[in-house]
């Protein structure tokens, strides 16, 4: 079964940074693009950030010039560098992978639990 599993939320004050990284596992040959979700108290999920297998990235307009995605693909793991946060980035970050192919099964889309990213002014 392939899960995904995220680290690196936290506390932080306004302007400072945080990264965020995600694994997925469970016997992987390959995932065709991977993100970042979040969602604030009150609001619905949104895209923060995707990248393709290739590399390709798509960004929310909220956080260009600010976040970064990368991803290892040997690892299956990919991180969301955050920088100059604000007070709005507030939320429960989710990370996702589509096109999870396995040695068992193929998967359209693989969610991981939330981790907290809290902005302090």
């Known amino acids: 079964q392939v899960q995904l599993v995220g680290s690196g939320g936290g506390l932080v004050q306004a302007g400072g940074s945080l990264r965020l990284s995600c694994a997925a596992s469970?016997?992987?040959?390959?995932?065709?693009?991977m993100g970042w979700y979040r969602q604030a108290p009150g609001k619905q999920r949104e895209l923060v950030a995707a990248?393709?297998?290739?590399?390709?990235?798509n960004y929310a307009d909220s956080v260009k010039g600010r976040f970064t995605i990368s991803r290892d693909n040997a690892k299956n793991t990919v991180y969301l560098q955050m920088n100059t946060l604000k007070p709005e980035d507030t939320g429960s970050y989710y990370c996702?992978?589509?096109?999870?192919?396995?040695?068992?099964?193929?998967?359209?889309?693989?969610w991981g639990q939330g981790t907290l990213v809290t902005v302090s002014s």
């Open positions: 996702n992978a589509r096109g999870v192919v396995s040695a068992s099964y193929t998967y359209l889309e693989v």
């Open positions: 990248i393709t297998s290739g590399g390709i990235t």
């Open positions: 469970g016997n992987i040959f390959s995932i065709s693009a």
